[in-house]
């Protein structure tokens, strides 16, 4: 026989206003931060005294290898140039000069001159050798041009004296009247004096150490009446001219 027992009641829906028990979950136990060590911030402040002080040091150091650098050369340019050797104008005349129309005015004389010198090279050194190389030679006196030429390569042994014949000519015309009445006034009374200026390179050889190519400049600045009575004109000489 069925059971006549009526079925229970269903459950009631919830209502949209009861809350809805919601099961938290609590993450107490977290895995432990790994310990890293804290670098300290960039600070320009505390870098600017070290950068301005390397700057510092830098400077004084090129400045330093600068100055030795130019102390080295002045004192190397200093030893060659007491290794150069005594130059000197022992004779000096004309071989032929010819003045024409020397008077007063602007370009209104003409020169044909034919200048000869003597000049003594003298190496005093004891165990240095001397080589120069072609010299270009220019004369003048009183703004008068006296012509050029070129003298040959030679070479002088230590303790050796070494005597050069020069011999320079010019024939122009159209130059200033007053200089050359100077020039042949001067001439007439032994009173002129000439510039004479050689340029070239010349070498120094020490046992096995050669330096060659060096610029060489010579002055002389002969006066007449002294080479006329047998004294030497001496001549300066610079290296490196600048």
Do not use: Y
Not at 66 to 77: E, N, Q, R, T, Y
Not at 124 to 136: D, P
Not at 155 to 181: C, H, I, M, W, Y
Request: charged share 20%; glycine share 6%; aromatic share 6%.
């Amino acid at each position: 026989m069925a059971d006549s027992r009526p079925a229970p009641p269903l459950p009631r829906p919830p209502h949209r206003t009861q809350s809805t028990r919601t099961r938290h979950v609590c993450f107490s136990d977290l895995p432990p931060k790994h310990n890293r060590p804290t670098l300290p911030l960039h600070n320009g402040k505390n870098c600017r005294p070290f950068c301005l002080s390397l700057c510092a040091w830098a400077c004084l150091s090129i400045f330093a290898l600068v100055l030795l650098v130019l102390l080295v050369g002045i004192l190397f340019a200093s030893f060659l140039h007491t290794a150069l050797p005594d130059i000197a104008v022992r004779g000096l005349k004309f071989a032929r000069l010819e003045v024409q129309n020397p008077k007063s005015g602007k370009l209104t004389g003409s020169i044909n001159a034919n200048l000869e010198l003597l000049v003594e090279f003298s190496n005093q050194n004891e165990k240095i050798a001397v080589s120069f190389g072609r010299l270009e030679v220019e004369a003048s006196s009183e703004r008068i041009n006296l012509g050029e030429t070129e003298i040959g390569a030679f070479s002088q042994r230590p303790r050796n004296t070494t005597e050069l014949r020069v011999s320079t000519a010019v024939e122009k015309p159209g130059v200033d009247g007053e200089d050359a009445e100077e020039m042949v006034s001067d001439l007439n009374d032994s009173e002129a004096v000439f510039d004479v200026t050689l340029r070239g390179n010349v070498g120094f050889h020490i046992g096995g150490i050669d330096i060659d190519g060096v610029p060489v400049l010579i002055s002389c600045n002969p006066q007449k009446t002294e080479v006329d009575h047998g004294k030497k004109s001496r001549c300066s000489a610079r290296i490196f001219p600048l």
